[in-house]
C-alpha cells in the first residue's frame, strides 16, 4: 500500500509565488522611491527612469542568486505561439585576483538583441537587415524557472524588430490593453466614477490537455512530429458512457496533478480546479483569474509546466486540439470580464439588471463589437489544430454568436421593443423534491454549452480557443474590437447634451442593430447554421477561410486608429498564419507517408505472409482454408488501396512546394492534401483491425486511452 500520510502536507501559503520577483519581494529589497516608481507605473503605465531599473536589476540579481539561479533569460512569445528563451550566465570577466563579479545591469534587464531573422517575420525583417530586441515588460513579474539547465531567472519581455513592428504576441496586447483602458475609463468617467484611474481586462483561461504514457507516445511519430494521432482505428469503448468526465481521478494521474500544482503554485499561477474531461484520458486545470497580460503569460508557464512534469511521471502531455478521432478535442475556455482599480466588475449586472444602465451600455457595446467583427474574433481563435474542432461537428462552432442567457435576452428584448426595461427576471429558489436538502438559490440563468462567446453571470466566457494557442491573439482582438465600441458610446456621450437621453438611445440602438448576434439555442444544430446564413452572420468553416478577415477595411481602420496593429503587421502575420498552415499540413503529410511505407505496409506484408503460409499448410492437411483466404483477401485490398493512396499523397505533396504564393499555397493544402491524407487514413484503419495485434507496429487507440 502506497503511504499517503505525506500526501496534501503542502503549505501553500508558504511556497505561493515564492519563485516570483514579487511586489512584496521588490519592497524588502529596494529603496522605498524606486518602489513606489514601480507601483506608479504599474497603475498608470509609463515607463521606469534608467536609474531606477539598475537599482532593480541589482535587487533582482541578488535575490535570483540566492534561488540558486546562475543565468538570466528574457522569455518572449514570438509568433511561433510559443515562447523563446536565449540562456546568459551572470558571468562577467575575472578580475585581475582572478575573482568572479556576478553582474546584471538595468541595460541587459531592459534590453535583449535576439536574431530577428529565425523566428517568423512574415516579410517584416529579411535575414540581412535581422536586428529585433525584446524589451522588458514590467507589468509582467520576473520569476525563477526550474529545470535541468539549473534556476533561471525569467524576465517576460515583448519582442519588437528594429524599426518598432510587434514580432510577437504580447506588444499588441500589451497596445490592445491601453486602448481599452482609455475607451472604457472614457464610459465609467461619464457615469460618474471619476475615482476610477484604470481599467483592467481581467481574464481566468481554463485549460484542457491529454495525459498519455511516455512510452506509448514515443512509439508513434505522428504523436511526435505532429502532436496528434494521423491513424487509429476506434477502439471498443470511446466516451459515450459518460463516465470519465468528473470521475476519480486515477492515481497516476492524480500525483501528477499534485506535483503540477506545486509547481505552478510556486510560479505564482494560482491553479484553482482539477478534474476529468469528457473524452477519456483527458483533463482540465483552471486558475483564478488574473490581469491579461499575465494571464497570458501565465498561461503560456501552465502548458510550459504541464508538459514538464508529465515527463517527469513518465508521462505525455498532449496540447493538440485533437490528439484523437471520435472523442472530444481540448479547448480553452477564455473567461473575459473589465473591472476598475476602484474594484467595480463593469460585467457585474447585479440583481436587476434592467436598471443597471452602466452594465447595459457595456453589454450593448459588447454585443456590436461582437457583431461587426464575428470574423475577426473566429480568427483570433484559429489555428491549424483548431480546425478538427470549430466547424467539424464538435464544440463550438465555428459561426460567432452572443449568449446571454434567460435573464439578460429578456431585458435586452424590452429595451428593443419598448425602449424601456422595467423587469428582470429572477433565479427563484431550487426545488429538489427533497426536505432535508438545504434551499439554494438559482441563478438568474441556465448555462449553454454549445455557444462560442457566453455571457456566464459577470465574465464573458470565450469558447472557441484552442488548447495549444496563446490566448494573447483572443485577447488582443477582444479588446480591441471593444474599444472601438466603447469610443463610439463615449464620443456620442461626450457631444451629447442630455446624457440620460444620449445613453438610452445608444444602447437601444445598438441592441437593435445588433441583435442578430444573440443565439440562446443549441450551437451544434444543423437548424443553426442555416439560421445563421439568413441572419447574414459569417461562418467561417477553417483557419485558412478566417486568415484574410485580418486586412478587410473595417479591420485595418479599427487597428490602426487604436494602435494595435499597423497595415505592415497586419500583412506580416497573414502571411505567417498561410504558412505556418501549409507547413503543418506537410508535416503532416510526410508523416503519414513515412508512416504508411515504414511501419503499417511492411505490418501488412507480414501479416499476408502468415496468411498464405498458413493457407498453403492447411490445404495440405487436407482441410479448408478459406477463412484464412478471405481473411487474406481483405488485407490484400487494403493494401492495394494504401498504396496507391499514399503515392497519390506523395505526388500532391510534392506539387505543394511548387506554389510560391502562400495563400495559394495554404488552400491547396486544405483542399487537396488534406483530403489525399483522408483517402489514406482509411484503409490504414481498416488494416489495423484486421492485422494480429502482436503485428501491429503501434500503440492502439485503446492502449493509449485508456492505459495511463
Ligand atoms: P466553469 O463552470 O465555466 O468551468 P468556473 O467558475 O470554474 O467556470 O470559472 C472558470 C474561470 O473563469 C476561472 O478561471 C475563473 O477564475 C474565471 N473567472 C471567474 N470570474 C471571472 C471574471 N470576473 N473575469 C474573468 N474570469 C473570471
Ligand atoms: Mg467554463
Request: with cysteine; glycine share 6%; hydrophobic share 40%.
Amino acid at each position: 500500500m502506497k503511504d499517503y500520510s505525506e500526501c496534501g502536507r503542502i503549505n501553500i501559503e508558504e511556497i505561493f509565488a515564492s519563485k516570483v520577483f514579487t511586489l512584496d519581494k521588490m519592497k524588502e529589497r529596494l529603496p522605498a522611491d524606486v518602489y513606489e516608481e514601480i507601483l506608479k507605473v504599474n497603475r498608470e503605465g509609463g515607463e521606469l527612469s534608467y536609474s531606477s531599473a539598475e537599482t532593480v536589476a541589482n535587487a533582482m540579481k541578488e535575490w535570483a542568486i540566492a534561488q540558486g539561479a546562475t543565468h538570466y533569460t528574457h522569455w518572449f512569445q514570438p509568433l511561433t505561439g510559443i515562447t523563446a528563451e536565449k540562456h546568459d550566465s551572470f558571468v562577467t570577466h575575472p578580475k585581475s585576483d582572478g575573482k568572479m563579479l556576478l553582474s546584471f545591469s538595468a541595460k541587459e534587464l531592459i534590453k535583449g538583441e535576439p536574431d530577428a531573422s529565425s523566428f517568423p517575420s512574415g516579410g517584416l525583417r529579411s535575414t540581412f537587415e535581422a536586428r529585433g530586441y525584446t524589451v522588458w515588460d514590467t507589468t509582467s513579474p520576473a520569476f525563477i524557472k526550474e529545470a535541468s539547465t539549473g534556476p533561471i531567472l525569467c524576465i517576460p519581455t515583448a519582442f519588437c524588430s528594429y524599426t518598432g513592428e510587434a514580432l510577437d504576441k504580447k506588444t499588441p496586447l500589451l497596445r490592445s490593453l491601453e486602448a481599452i483602458n482609455e475607451q472604457a475609463l472614457r464610459i465609467v468617467h461619464a457615469f460618474g466614477n471619476t475615482e476610477a484611474k484604470k481599467v483592467s481586462v481581467s481574464v481566468g483561461a481554463e485549460q484542457e490537455y491529454f495525459l498519455i504514457d511516455r512510452e506509448n507516445y514515443l512509439k508513434r511519430d505522428d504523436l511526435v512530429f505532429t502532436g496528434r494521432t494521423l491513424f487509429g482505428a476506434q477502439p471498443p469503448k470511446g466516451q459515450e458512457m459518460d463516465d470519465h468526465y468528473f470521475g476519480v481521478i486515477r492515481e497516476r494521474v492524480g500525483a501528477f496533478m499534485n506535483d503540477l500544482n506545486v509547481e505552478l503554485w510556486k510560479l505564482g499561477v494560482t491553479a484553482k480546479t482539477q478534474h476529468n474531461e469528457v473524452a477519456p484520458a483527458q483533463h482540465e486545470l483552471a486558475p483564478i483569474y488574473e490581469e491579461a497580460n499575465i494571464a497570458t503569460d501565465h498561461n503560456q508557464l501552465v502548458m510550459e509546466t504541464m508538459k514538464r512534469v508529465a515527463f517527469e511521471h513518465g508521462l505525455t502531455c498532449l496540447l493538440h486540439e485533437k490528439p484523437f478521432a471520435g472523442v472530444n478535442g481540448s479547448g480553452k475556455h477564455n473567461n473575459w470580464s473589465l473591472v476598475t482599480d476602484n474594484g467595480v466588475n463593469l460585467l457585474d449586472p447585479g440583481n436587476t439588471p434592467n436598471e443597471n444602465i452602466q452594465f447595459l451600455l457595456i453589454l450593448a457595446c459588447i454585443i456590436k463589437a461582437v457583431d461587426t467583427h464575428a470574423d475577426l474574433l473566429r480568427q483570433s481563435a484559429s489555428d491549424v489544430g483548431n480546425d478538427h474542432r470549430l466547424g467539424a461537428s464538435e464544440a463550438p462552432p465555428a459561426i460567432m454568436s452572443v449568449f446571454l442567457g434567460e435573464q439578460l435576452d429578456d431585458v435586452v428584448r424590452q429595451l428593443v421593443e419598448t425602449g424601456e426595461a422595467s423587469r428582470s427576471l429572477e433565479g427563484g429558489v431550487l426545488q429538489t423534491g427533497v426536505s432535508t436538502l438545504i434551499d439554494v438559490e438559482k441563478d438568474g440563468t441556465d448555462r449553454n454549452r454549445t455557444s462560442p462567446f457566453a455571457f456566464t453571470g459577470n465574465k464573458f466566457e470565450f469558447r472557441s480557443v484552442g488548447s495549444s494557442d496563446s490566448i494573447a491573439s483572443p485577447n488582443t482582438i477582444l479588446n480591441a474590437i471593444v474599444a472601438e465600441a466603447f469610443c463610439e458610446a463615449a464620443d456620442r456621450i461626450d457631444a451629447a447634451e442630455n446624457f440620460d437621453n444620449e445613453v438610452h438611445d445608444i444602447i437601444k440602438e445598438f441592441l437593435a442593430k445588433h441583435q442578430r448576434i444573440i443565439f440562446n439555442g443549441d450551437g451544434y444544430s444543423e437548424e443553426w447554421v442555416k439560421e445563421a446564413e439568413r441572419r447574414g452572420l459569417p461562418n467561417l468553416r477553417n483557419m485558412v477561410d478566417a486568415v484574410d478577415t485580418l486586412t478587410t477595411p473595417k479591420a485595418i481602420a479599427l487597428f490602426e486608429k487604436f494602435g494595435i496593429f499597423t497595415r505592415a503587421e497586419l500583412e506580416s502575420r497573414e502571411e505567417i498564419l498561410y504558412e505556418s498552415y501549409a507547413k503543418t499540413i506537410n508535416i503532416e503529410a510526410l508523416t503519414m507517408i513515412s508512416m504508411v511505407s515504414k511501419k503499417f505496409i511492411p505490418a501488412g506484408i507480414r501479416y499476408s505472409k502468415l496468411l498464405s503460409d498458413t493457407v498453403n499448410a492447411v490445404e495440405n492437411a487436407g482441410t479448408d482454408p478459406s477463412v484464412q483466404s478471405r481473411i487474406l483477401d481483405r488485407v490484400q485490398t487494403r493494401l492495394d488501396l494504401m498504396y496507391k493512396a499514399m503515392e497519390r499523397l506523395s505526388e500532391v505533396e510534392k506539387k505543394g512546394h511548387s506554389i510560391t504564393d502562400a495563400k495559394e499555397r495554404a488552400f491547396y493544402y486544405r483542399d487537396v492534401v488534406r483530403a489525399a491524407m483522408d483517402e489514406l487514413r482509411t484503409p490504414t484503419d481498416e488494416l489495423e483491425t484486421l492485422v494480429d495485434e502482436q503485428l501491429w507496429p503501434v500503440p492502439t487507440y485503446g492502449d493509449m486511452l485508456f492505459e495511463v
